[in-house]
């Protein structure tokens, strides 16, 4: 029984205003019921009308009374119960989902705010299983950005390895080798296949005028462009080199400064010029072409540029390298070539006589009396005599013929396909050119008339080889001293 009337909101409540009524009631005609006892003994009628107004009056007071245990009853177990579940549920619905509901009962109130309770409970299931799902999403987004970014930087990073690798490529060629014209022809074949361009070109400064030349192309660029000048400032590839930075023309038929070759070829699309320099100091321009309009990315144009920055250095190593060589078979006071350069072509030369049966013959020259002219006018005046004597040599003599110095005051001229008696014509005319040229050295001071010994020697089968011919015309050269100088003697 009690178990049911703690689960019955209406049994408390009946309960509730029942018990004290009628302990009220009960209490209420035990007290009229004795009273009037007492007063039957001596006024029985007085004591009936009492006891009947003592029962409406009972009745009436049990009534208030259970109407009053009822409301606080009613208070206790409903209204409280409820203004704490609406409360609950206002917070709830303010987005309190962590709250919950005070149960205080087995009743009906109680259960409901149970069920109140187990409703809350599954939303904030619920809501945390969303947040949970929200945290998953955010982090598998965030995992697909970084796997993006991470495509992006690995084919970055393939991009710039594949630069580096054409760079390098480009680098070893240049370096393969020191002669100035296969490099360049090894820049144009590797620059077109990498980049991908249909002409290339390569300009480079003539340090005597001071123009650009085209040294070298590739591709569909013509080859009759060879050797074509450019002023500095003179088209785009003279502005590049005036500016000393690339310049990049995205349409040639929009930009008045692009010459085609100046007229020589006709071209559309996109052009590239490129300085090449070589610490600090522009060499020359590099030049690429695309038939395409703004065929060039800017990521292609940076790895031009680091190429043109390679082949810079390239270049000028390759020019030291020849002026080095050049010096190194060149006489420095007289400018002639020296005596290493003279045994190279005289063993060429005599290779081909032996080879072919072509005549050759060698002059060794002298110049008379030379110590007796540094004595008296000094060194500075014999290096002037010396190089007034090369040079009265070189005027008269072929381009094929080598005038290169000895040593001291000799020389020596190579005569390739001479025969002795012309040999001994030239010899006979350098000794009156020398002789009848005087050479003005000082302001007040006669001119010096110096004059030379000449000794000629041809090839012969008999000759064993180049130093036996070089040993016949030294001894001819000593017989044309011995006879008086200024003379022309025969091996």
Not at 189 to 217: K, M, P, W, Y
Not at 254 to 276: E, M, V
Request: proline letters at 3%.
């Amino acid at each position: 029984m009690f178990p049911g009337i703690r689960r019955s909101l209406a049994f408390k409540l009946i309960l509730a205003a029942a018990v004290p009524s009628a302990a009220a009631l009960l209490l209420g005609l035990w007290g009229i019921i004795n009273h009037s006892q007492k007063l039957a003994r001596y006024a029985p009628e007085r004591a009936f009308d009492e006891l009947r107004q003592g029962a409406v009056i009972g009745a009436l007071l049990t009534l208030t009374f259970a109407g009053i245990a009822v409301a606080l009853a009613a208070r206790h177990f409903l209204l409280k119960p409820i203004q704490a579940l609406m409360l609950a549920m206002r917070r709830a619905e303010a987005g309190e989902i962590l709250i919950r509901a005070k149960v205080g009962s087995d009743d009906e109130l109680g259960q409901l705010a149970g069920s109140f309770n187990s409703m809350l409970a599954k939303v904030t299931d619920m809501a945390v299983a969303e947040i949970e799902q929200q945290q998953k999403l955010s982090l598998m987004e965030r995992e697909l950005v970084l796997q993006g970014e991470l495509k992006q930087a690995n084919a970055q990073l393939g991009e710039h390895a594949r630069e580096m690798e054409l760079v390098l490529e480009v680098s070893r060629s240049l370096s393969g080798t020191l002669d100035l014209r296969e490099q360049l022809e090894e820049l144009g074949r590797h620059t077109c296949l990498q980049l991908g361009v249909n002409d290339f070109s390569v300009l480079l400064i003539d340090e005597t005028t001071q123009q650009l030349v085209i040294e070298a192309v590739a591709g569909k660029a013509p080859a009759s462009a060879r050797g074509m000048r450019f002023s500095i400032g003179e088209g785009v590839v003279g502005d590049a080199v005036a500016r000393g930075q690339t310049v990049y023309v995205p349409d040639v038929d929009q930009d008045n400064r692009f010459l085609h070759y100046k007229g020589l070829q006709r071209s559309t699309g996109s052009f590239l010029a490129i300085p090449l320099q070589a610490k600090g100091r522009i060499v020359g321009v590099m030049n690429l072409s695309r038939p395409e309009v703004a065929a060039f990315r800017p990521q292609e144009i940076r790895i031009a540029e680091a190429i043109a920055a390679q082949a810079g250095l390239a270049i000028q190593n390759a020019r030291l390298y020849a002026q080095m060589l050049e010096l190194s078979y060149t006489d420095a006071l007289t400018g002639v070539p020296n005596r290493r350069q003279l045994f190279q072509r005289l063993e060429q030369e005599w290779t081909r006589s032996l080879r072919f049966g072509d005549e050759l013959s060698l002059l060794m020259v002298d110049l008379d009396r030379f110590k007796s002219i540094n004595d008296q006018h000094g060194h500075p005046v014999g290096d002037i005599v010396l190089r007034s004597v090369a040079l009265a040599l070189k005027r008269n003599v072929r381009k094929v013929d080598t005038v290169a110095r000895f040593g001291g005051e000799e020389f020596c001229i190579v005569l390739p396909r001479v025969t002795h008696t012309e040999a001994l014509e030239v010899a006979e005319k350098l000794r009156r050119s020398v002789s009848q040229a005087p050479i003005e050295f000082a302001t007040g001071e006669p001119p010096i008339f110096p004059t030379i010994s000449i000794g000629v020697a041809s090839y012969v089968p008999e000759t064993a080889d180049a130093a036996g011919l070089l040993e016949r015309a030294d001894h001819a050269l000593y017989e044309a001293k011995r006879s008086g100088r200024n003379a022309v003697r025969s091996a």
